[in-house]
């Protein structure tokens, strides 16, 4: 069974500083996709980033990084220089693709509050 | 284009009623799925279908049904509501993109059952 482990329920950044949310998963899969989703009191579910287990450099987007160990199962998210509306529940998920469900498992989630 | 869309947001049942959750999308999405979402717990997957006339059991599906008789609709029966199905319940469609998988989500439906 695929699992998806956070291990921070919470965390909290100064404003402008850099903080990272750990992800680790459990799976016998070869190839998969990895995510980091954001969740803000709006309920809504934002893609953050996205990283295919078969690619070896680390995926980016702007201020949000991932540092993708596969051999450790390990998928963190480093955001640089936070901001206030960076304040979420951000969730860590995984995707087989061997099978034809695109179906999602996700981590508990972390609360990240950012600090003025 | 409007994506994923739920209704209703929010609805509160009484134990032993029964309703269905709304889910349509407007993108052609084969995929589509239903989640629930409690405190500490992160998103759970209760049913999903694969196309139109297909669909299979999540992780969680008991107490839930589903049909998909066409591509745009995907609805959530709960067939006589319990407390414990008190959660947030999202709808997901999902797509592939030059190789990539995403997935779009719709805004969520709060439900509370007393």
């Known amino acids: 069974a695929q699992t998806v482990t956070q291990s921070q329920p919470e965390m909290s950044v100064q404003e402008a500083e850099t903080v990272t949310l750990s992800c680790t998963y459990d799976t016998s899969e070869s190839d998969y996709y990895l995510f980091w989703y954001k969740q803000p009191p709006s309920r809504q579910m934002i893609l953050v980033i996205r990283q295919e287990a078969y690619k070896q450099q680390n995926a980016t987007e702007n201020r949000f990084s991932v540092n993708f160990q596969k051999a450790a199962k390990s998928f963190s998210l480093k955001i640089s220089d936070s901001q206030l509306g960076d304040a979420a529940m951000y969730f860590c998920a995984y995707r087989v693709l061997q099978t034809g469900a695109n179906n999602l498992f996700f981590g508990t989630g972390t609360r990240l509050t950012v600090i003025p | 284009n409007a994506g994923v869309t739920q209704t209703p947001k929010f609805q509160v049942l009484k134990t032993g009623q029964s309703m269905t959750l709304q889910c349509a999308q407007d993108?052609?999405?084969?995929?589509m799925s239903w989640y629930r979402q409690d405190p500490g717990m992160g998103l759970r997957l209760i049913h999903y279908?694969?196309?139109?006339?297909?669909?299979d059991q999540g992780e969680v599906p008991n107490g839930y049904n589903v049909s998909r008789s066409t591509t745009e609709d995907f609805p959530l029966r709960l067939l006589s509501a319990a407390p414990s199905q008190t959660s947030v319940y999202f709808c997901?469609?999902?797509?592939?993109?030059?190789?990539?998988?995403?997935?779009?989500f719709g805004s969520g439906t709060r439900l509370t059952v007393v």
């Open positions: 279908s694969v196309g139109a006339g297909i669909t």
């Open positions: 993108m052609n999405h084969e995929y």
């Open positions: 997901a469609s999902s797509y592939r993109d030059r190789g990539h998988y995403g997935y779009t």
